[in-house]
């Protein structure tokens, strides 16, 4: 997953000095689209510990998106759904719209459907607007000519 989020930060870099086109080639992240959520009680823990590595490492991401936010804000670079729109490299995003590590690390939900623990209503309301988020996060990219998405559900 952070390998499929270095692509979403660095594919048209890439692209860009092989001296290829966007269209002459297609980045494939296996997820790595990670979403800017406070977890099911409301605690802003994995987006604030992106955004300490973030201040830390000197924010490094998508060039584009580096340009678009002030420097106080580049940590938004850190998360596609900020981004998603100037990704010019054709994209098809290979990512469950229940992401384990976004149930476990962002979301912190303490249990799993059908696995593990039983959900209160407040998890599992959580739980299911998973992918709904993913789909508005990624629509910029996903839904340009020459772009898809395979977010499975299972």
Same mark, same amino acid.
Not at 86 to 94: M, P
Not at 102 to 131: K, N
């Given at each position: ?33 990670? %979403? ?5 009680? #409301?605690?802003? =823990?994995?987006?604030? !510990? +992106? /955004? ?56 912190? %939900? ?5 696995? #593990?623990?039983? =959900?209160?209503?407040? !998890? +599992? /309301? ?29």
């Amino acid at each position: 997953s952070a390998g499929a989020s270095t692509v979403l930060w660095h594919a048209d870099r890439i692209v860009a000095g092989l001296g290829l086109t966007p269209g002459q080639a297609v980045a494939i992240p296996d997820a790595g689209f990670f %979403l800017d959520r406070t977890d099911v009680n #409301g605690i802003d =823990c994995w987006p604030n !510990q +992106m /955004r300490s590595l973030a201040a830390v490492s000197g924010a490094r991401g998508h060039a584009r998106c580096l340009e678009r936010y002030p420097p106080t804000e580049a940590w938004r670079c850190m998360f596609p759904e900020y981004f998603a729109d100037l990704i010019s490299t054709r994209t098809l995003i290979v990512q469950s719209l229940y992401d384990s590590s976004e149930i476990q690390y962002t979301l912190r %939900l303490g249990c799993f459907p059908g696995d #593990g623990p039983a =959900c209160s209503q407040q !998890q +599992m /309301r959580v739980f299911q607007q998973m992918p709904s988020q993913h789909m508005r996060a990624w629509a910029p990219l996903v839904n340009r000519s020459g772009n898809g998405v395979w977010g499975i559900a299972c």
